[in-house]
Nanobody
Framework: VQLQAFGGGLVQAGDSLRLSCAASGRALSRYVMAWFRQAPGEEREFVAAISWSGDRTSYSDSVKGRFTIASDNAKNTVVLQMNSLKPEDTATYYC???????????????????WGQGTKLTVSS
């Protein structure tokens, strides 16, 4: 599956922003879609994941309550709505996908075989 992430930019602390990930190439019904992020000099970090049906989600503690992941099956798109942004959210955000019908170990990047190109978010204080 091919993934294309977009929607990053420069915002101020407290602002909201929506990232989108467009998927193509395969039927996605058994897929889990996820967002990871990587700040300069830091390791890649899990942000959120969702089953393609949308019935299961998972969030990292650092974004829980502020970020919402959702799938739009008609558009083959997964969105990450980010509210109450903080400077520590600054990173390049990557979407990822893999077959995972049991929604297991979704927080581990090694589980994902398909990755988008990344979109950069900068949150100024």
């Amino acid at each position: 599956v091919q993934l294309q992430a977009f929607g990053g930019g420069l915002v101020q602390a407290g602002d909201s922003l929506r990232l989108s990930c467009a998927a193509s190439g395969r039927a996605l019904s058994r897929y889990v879609m996820a967002w990871f992020r990587q700040a300069p000099g830091e390791e890649r970090e899990f942000v959120a994941a969702i089953s393609w049906s949308g019935d299961r989600t998972s969030y990292s503690d650092s974004v829980k309550g502020r970020f919402t992941i959702a799938s739009d099956n008609a558009k083959n798109t997964v969105v990450l709505q980010m509210n109450s942004l903080k400077p520590e959210d600054t990173a390049t955000y990557y979407c990822a996908a893999d077959v995972n019908p049991l929604f297991r170990a979704v927080q581990y990047g090694k589980k994902y075989s398909s990755w988008g190109q990344g979109t950069k978010l900068t949150v100024s204080s």
